[in-house]
């Protein structure tokens, strides 16, 4: 296990690796999830298997600290992330991110371009004020107090589903509010503007049981791959690995 500060008061984002081939494969999980959880498996495939792989999971979330004075914007988390490559000595990354972890790896990839080579995006977040259904909207519409200390953690957890619920209950519960705060809040400019955007080649999943893309025809203009996975819905990795695999191969 590997740790770099990220806050200038001696918190740590953490992650493992595996040694390998550059350019390395940086694994980056979604709101309320962990890295080697979503993705260690994917990562062993033979065919992707050789590869220097860094599984890291974001602030609040795993294994890596959580303090209690830090915002978790999508910029803090992309920071973050960004303190782990330079700590690891990662240039160039191909860098795959799940759901809210594919927004935070948009925001690196703008915010510090030589760190990202090529992106895979499973579901990513690409637009602030999301469906009311999804799940950053759930945990957001609490007040922080109700959602930490007034019951909505633990309401949320028992919604959610065995999967999600897994990981989540390893997540600090003030710092998932305030991930899924700033995962509704969105950036300036959105996620979809900067991925439009970046000169680094993109692959967007979409789960073909999460229905259309919303502006799959605008992002495909951009340049984006934007690949439909057949029986797989927001848990490409779990529902179709062999498609996840393969994009993540390219």
């Given at each position: ?26 694994y ?13 498996h ?79 995006l ?6 602030p ?34 999967t999600?619920?897994a ?8 710092a ?19 991925l ?29 791959d ?25």
């Amino acid at each position: 296990m590997r740790q770099a500060g990220f806050d200038g008061r001696g918190s740590c984002v953490r992650w493992t690796e595996v040694a390998g081939r550059e350019p390395a494969r940086v694994y980056v999980h979604g709101l309320g999830a962990a890295s080697t959880v979503y993705h260690a498996h994917i990562a062993a495939r033979p065919e992707l298997a050789g590869r220097r792989s860094l599984f890291v999971d974001l602030p609040g979330h795993g294994i890596s600290d959580r303090p209690h004075d830090f915002a978790y914007t999508l910029e803090d988390h992309a920071d973050a992330l960004a303190a782990a490559l330079d700590e690891a000595a990662v240039r160039g990354a191909e860098v795959i991110g799940h759901s809210m972890g594919g927004a935070v790896a948009i925001v690196l990839a703008h915010r510090r371009p030589e760190l990202v080579a090529r992106l895979v995006l499973a579901e990513g977040n690409l637009d602030p004020h999301p469906p009311a259904g999804a799940g950053s909207s759930g945990i957001s519409s609490y007040e922080e107090d109700a959602f930490v200390t007034g019951g909505g953690h633990a309401r949320v957890l028992a919604d959610v589903g065995p999967t999600w619920a897994a990981t989540m209950r390893l997540a600090d519960p003030l710092a998932l509010h305030r991930s899924a705060c700033g995962l509704v809040r969105g950036t300036e400019p959105t996620m979809r503007r900067m991925l439009e955007d970046l000169p680094v080649e993109r692959v967007y999943l979409q789960g073909a049981l999460s229905g259309e893309l919303a502006g799959a025809e605008a992002l495909s203009a951009a340049g984006v791959d934007v690949v439909e996975v057949p029986g797989a819905g927001h848990n490409v990795m779990f529902d179709a690995p062999d498609a996840f695999a393969a994009a993540v191969r390219g």
